[in-house]
Antibody, heavy 121, light 107 residues
Framework: EVYLLESGGGLVQPGGSLRLSCVAS????????MGWVRQSPGKGLEWVSG????????YYADSVRGRFTISRDNSKSTLYLQLNSLRAEDTAVYFC??????????????WGQGTLVSVSS | DIQMTQSPSSLSASVGDRVTITCRAS??????LAWFQQKPGKAPKSLIY???SLQSGVPSKFSGSGSGTDFTLTISGLQPEDLATYYC?????????FGGGTKVEIK
């Protein structure tokens, strides 16, 4: 059974940093593109970042480019998202997601339960 | 960026009804469209990819159609457990974008 467990969320002041982790199991992590999608309180879904299988190559939404960094450690079956220079508008539940197939993160066929990031002074 | 517009934003239907949700892309996306279901307080669940292919384990009461710019998600025989918000998502090009969601309520 596929399992994605996110951690690392919490309350942080504006300008602060956090590192989110997503531990995967139940599938061959190194063979799947991965990504992050967030959801602000009471709002819809927003794609944040994706990372390919090979390379790897990384992709970012304009709203986070230059502040967030996605990475993966295939030996640990773990996906990361480093969040720097956090703003109030980054407050959201961050979901880790697995791509169904292919090198690029485009169709997330399985999602973790999410971790809440709150940015407030 | 490709804008995804869903309609309606909410609907109320009776148990057993057939429900249709539409999603329109601001430019052609071929069949690179997915649908997700999100129940209150839960993570999204994948329902359909490739506009009409059912994700493994998803009941056949869910179906999708469309290509290009106009797509639909149909729920045949609405049940109380279908209470959720449904989102479309295009994956034709980056940035990946989602529709605003359709909240389905049971009368």
């Amino acid at each position: 059974e596929v399992y994605l467990l996110e951690s690392g969320g919490g309350l942080v002041q504006p300008g602060g940093s956090l590192r989110l982790s997503c531990v995967a199991s139940g599938f061959t992590f190194s063979s799947h593109a991965m990504g992050w999608v967030r959801q602000s309180p009471g709002k819809g879904l927003e794609w944040v970042s994706g990372i390919t299988v090979s390379g790897p190559t990384t992709y970012y939404a304009d709203s986070v480019r230059g502040r967030f960094t996605i990475s993966r450690d295939n030996s640990k079956s773990t996906l990361y998202l480093q969040l720097n220079s956090l703003r109030a508008e980054d407050t959201a539940v961050y979901f880790c997601a697995k791509d169904r197939y292919g090198n690029v993160f485009d169709y997330p066929d399985f999602w973790g339960q999410g971790t809440l990031v709150s940015v407030s002074s | 960026d490709i804008q995804m517009t869903q309609s309606p934003s909410s609907l109320s239907a009776s148990v057993g009804d057939r429900v249709t949700i539409t999603c329109r892309a601001s430019q052609g996306i071929s069949n690179n469209l997915a649908w997700f279901q999100q129940k209150p307080g839960k993570a999204p669940k994948s329902l359909i990819y490739g506009a009409s292919s059912l994700q493994s384990g998803v009941p056949s009461k869910f179906s999708g159609s469309g290509s290009g710019t106009d797509f639909t998600l149909t729920i045949s025989g609405l049940q109380p457990e279908d209470l959720a918000t449904y989102y479309c998502q295009q994956y034709n090009s980056y940035p990946l974008t989602f529709g605003g969601g359709t909240k389905v309520e049971i009368k």
